[in-house]
């Protein structure tokens, strides 16, 4: 199923190559495509055609504001990341988010903190917690990155990881960050991983260029990994996949 995103960077809604993201160096950003239009437009549309689990992600400081008004125009339609912590995660669900998706707080010096995690399951409860596993390679192997997807962990994305942690929230958010934002094509080993061995339902975001990727994860997840596609989308600039397509498409899931 195709899965909605709403992707955030310094207030505006946009679509960037995630590997290019470096507070370091900040010259380095290489932006696709930089909306005229508000979140809330995009919220709106993702209402009328009842796209839920689609996903909010603040990138970077200065997008409280602009997460809260495309979460106000359909509340419980829309999943939250970016910057969640135990502390904040209440907030965002009065805010009208059906989910909070949380990395980096969940990791201090490289490893997953299991008092974070039972804290965050405390603060919202399972059913309203999705875990971002968002990757990079790392030889034949794939590593869950925070901090904007700059830092690498030593989690790894595997059978294990994705079997205990599937007991431990209600969804997975998994971006493939070495294809993210360069609508070449997906990472179909990251796909087949997720599809393997995940209990629970995941979403894949990175490199879906075309509507076959979309039917390919599908066939893959057997509808249990959805599909985030972004610049290739023609309502982020993008000429290879058409909203109205995918939309279809999940009309088409549903009805079958």
Same mark, same amino acid.
């Given at each position: 199923?195709?899965?909605?995103?709403?992707?955030?960077?310094?207030?505006?809604?946009?679509?960037?190559?995630?590997?290019?993201?470096? $507070?370091?160096?900040?010259?380095?950003?290489?932006?696709?495509?930089?909306?005229?239009?508000?979140?809330?437009?995009?919220?709106?549309?993702?209402?009328?055609?009842?796209?839920?689990?689609?996903?909010?992600?603040?990138?970077?400081?200065?997008?409280?504001?602009?997460?809260?008004?495309?979460?106000?125009?359909?509340?419980?339609?829309?999943?939250?990341?970016?910057?969640?912590?135990?502390?904040?995660?209440?907030?965002?669900? $009065?805010?009208?988010?059906?989910?909070?998706?949380?990395?980096?707080?969940?990791?201090?010096?490289?490893?997953?903190?299991?008092?974070?995690?039972?804290?965050?399951?405390?603060?919202?409860?399972?059913?309203?917690?999705?875990?971002?596993?968002?990757?990079?390679?790392?030889?034949?192997?794939?590593?869950?990155?925070?901090?904007?997807?700059?830092?690498?962990?030593?989690?790894?994305?595997?059978?294990?990881?994705?079997?205990?942690?599937?007991?431990?929230?209600?969804?997975?958010?998994?971006?493939?960050?070495?294809?993210?934002?360069?609508?070449?094509?997906?990472?179909?080993?990251?796909?087949?991983?997720?599809?393997?061995?995940?209990?629970?339902?995941?979403?894949?975001?990175?490199?879906?260029?075309?509507?076959? $990727?979309?039917?390919?994860?599908?066939?893959?997840?057997?509808?249990?990994?959805?599909?985030?596609?972004?610049?290739?989308?023609?309502?982020?600039?993008?000429?290879?996949?058409?909203?109205?397509?995918?939309?279809?498409?999940?009309?088409?899931?549903?009805?079958?």
């Amino acid at each position: 199923m195709f899965r909605p995103c709403i992707d955030l960077h310094e207030g505006r809604v946009k679509q960037i190559v995630g590997s290019s993201i470096d $507070d370091a160096r900040p010259g380095a950003l290489r932006t696709n495509f930089v909306s005229e239009k508000p979140p809330a437009w995009y919220a709106e549309l993702y209402c009328r055609n009842n796209l839920r689990g689609g996903h909010v992600i603040k990138l970077g400081q200065g997008n409280d504001d602009a997460a809260r008004e495309a979460l106000a125009a359909w509340p419980g339609g829309l999943q939250v990341g970016g910057a969640i912590t135990a502390n904040n995660a209440a907030e965002w669900i $009065d805010a009208g988010a059906s989910h909070v998706i949380v990395t980096s707080w969940l990791f201090r010096d490289g490893k997953l903190d299991e008092d974070r995690l039972k804290q965050l399951g405390q603060a919202v409860g399972q059913a309203r917690l999705v875990l971002d596993l968002s990757c990079r390679r790392r030889g034949d192997e794939h590593f869950v990155v925070t901090d904007r997807w700059q830092t690498f962990t030593e989690l790894r994305v595997n059978a294990d990881t994705l079997g205990g942690l599937g007991k431990r929230c209600d969804e997975f958010l998994i971006h493939g960050v070495d294809v993210e934002g360069l609508a070449q094509g997906i990472d179909e080993t990251l796909v087949r991983l997720i599809a393997g061995h995940s209990p629970i339902p995941a979403t894949y975001a990175g490199g879906a260029r075309s509507m076959d $990727d979309l039917r390919r994860v599908t066939e893959l997840g057997q509808r249990r990994v959805h599909l985030t596609i972004g610049s290739a989308l023609d309502i982020f600039g993008g000429d290879g996949v058409r909203y109205e397509d995918a939309v279809a498409f999940n009309q088409e899931q549903t009805d079958s």
